[in-house]
C-alpha cells in the first residue's frame, strides 16, 4: 500500500513547522500513522527539538536540503517504515528552497510511485512578510535575489495558504488575497491560522487531492543560488549552568531582545531566529521566535519553573554575514548569560551561507 507524501514548503518563518504539527495531529485523530521529516543545511534543528516534544517519529535530514540529498529523503522514509511504519509522511523543507516540484514531487512520483501517493504543493506565507514583498506595504524586507525566491516558491504552489490570518483583519487579508491571485493564477489561494486553528480543514481537506500535473516553473539557478547565498545561517548549541535557579523564559526572551537589536543596528533582516531552551532536569521547553528585524520575539512556550542547567539551541537565518552573525549571536549571549549569572559555553556551532543548490534529479515534466 502506497503512504501518502505531503510537503509543506514556504518562506523562512511563514509558520511550517508549526502548520505540520498541527497536519500531525489531524491525521492521527483520523487514526492514521504520522511520521515527519524535517531538512535544514546544518545540525542542531530547533524544529527537531520542537517535533521531538510533541512525540512523533521524525527523522531531519541535515546538511543540504531535499532536492540536493533526494536519496536521503527516502531513505529517512525507509527508516520511519521500519520503526513506526507511517502511513502519511509530513515534509518540511529548507524555507530558502524553491523549484521543489521538479526536484522532489516529480521525481518521487516517477520513480516512486508505487510507494508514494504525492498530494499537492502546499506554500504557506506569513501574511506581514507577504504585504511587503508584494508591495502592498511598506517596510524592510529582502534584496531582490532573495525576492526571486519567494516568488518562485509562490510559483510553483498548487495551494498558498496565508497563515497567521489571526494578525489580519478582513480589509487586509482580502486584499492580500486579490494581489496573490492576481500573481499566481495557477494556485488556489487559502487563508488559515495555524496557531488558532482557523480554517485549517479545509485547507487539510484539500491534501487529499493529487499534485497537479504541469511543467515545472523556469527557475534561474544562477539567481537562485546568488539568493541563497545572502542568507547567512547560524546554529548554534550551548550548554548552560547556574549555581542558583533562574528564569530560562525571562533568559531566552532577553537573548532575544539583544540579537534583535545587534541585528537591527546591521540593517540584516532577520527571515527566522528561532531558539529553544531545554533544562535538564524534565521534558519542559522554552521556545522564542522572530520573523522580522522590525517584528517582535514571541514566546511559543515557556517553561513552567526556574531552571539551573540546561541547553539552548538557536538557529538565525537572516540576510547577513554569516561571520558578523555569528559574532552578533555570541556577544548576546555572552552580555545576556553575565547580567543573568549565567555560565554559558558553546558546544557545537555552524555559520556559512548555504552552497549553489544542485538538484540529484530534475524532472521539468511530471
Ligand atoms: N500569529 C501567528 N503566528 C504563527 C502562526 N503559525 C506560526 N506562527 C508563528 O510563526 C513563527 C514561525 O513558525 P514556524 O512554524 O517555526 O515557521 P517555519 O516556516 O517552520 O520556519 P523555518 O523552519 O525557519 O523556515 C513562530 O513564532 C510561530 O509560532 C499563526 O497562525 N499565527
Ligand atoms: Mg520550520
Known sequence: MSADYVMVGGFLGAGKTTALLRLAEHFSAQGRRVGLITNDQSQGLVDTSMVNASGFPVEEITGGCFCCRFNSLTEAADRLTQDSQPDVFLAEPVGSCTDLRATVQYPLRRLYGDDYRVAPLSVLVDPVRAERMLGLATGRTFSPKVQYIYEKQLEEADIIVVNKRDLLDDERRGALEAALKTRYPQAEIMSASARTGANLDSWFGR????????????????????????????????????????????????????????????????????????????????????????????????????????????????????????????????????????????????????????????????
Not at 517584528?295 to 519553573?305: F, M, Q, T, V, Y
Request: aromatic share 4%.
Open 207 to 366: 491534501l487529499s487531492g493529487q499534485l497537479t500535473s504541469r511543467p515545472a516553473i523556469d527557475v534561474d539557478y544562477d539567481m537562485y543560488a546568488e539568493g541563497e547565498a545572502l542568507l547567512g545561517w547560524l546554529n548554534a548549541t550551548c550548554r548552560l549552568t547556574s549555581a542558583a535557579p533562574f528564569d530560562g523564559n525571562q533568559f531566552l526572551q532577553r537573548l532575544a531582545d539583544r540579537t534583535q537589536l545587534a541585528l537591527a543596528a546591521k540593517g540584516f533582516e532577520v527571515a527566522h531566529l528561532k531558539m529553544t531552551l531545554s533544562p535538564d532536569e524534565g521534558a519542559d521547553l522554552a521556545v522564542r521566535n522572530l520573523v522580522r528585524t522590525e517584528g517582535k520575539s514571541e514566546s511559543i512556550h515557556r517553561l513552567a519553573d526556574q531552571m539551573t542547567n540546561g541547553e539552548l539551541i538557536i538557529n538565525l537565518r537572516a540576510e547577513g554575514d554569516p561571520d558578523e552573525l555569528r559574532g552578533i549571536a555570541v556577544s548576546s549571549l555572552e552580555a545576556t548569560a553575565q547580567a543573568d549569572r549565567v555560565a554559558a559555553t558553546i558546544e557545537h556551532s555552524e555559520h556559512f551561507r548555504p552552497g549553489r543548490p544542485v538538484p540529484t534529479h530534475r524532472l521539468t515534466t511530471p
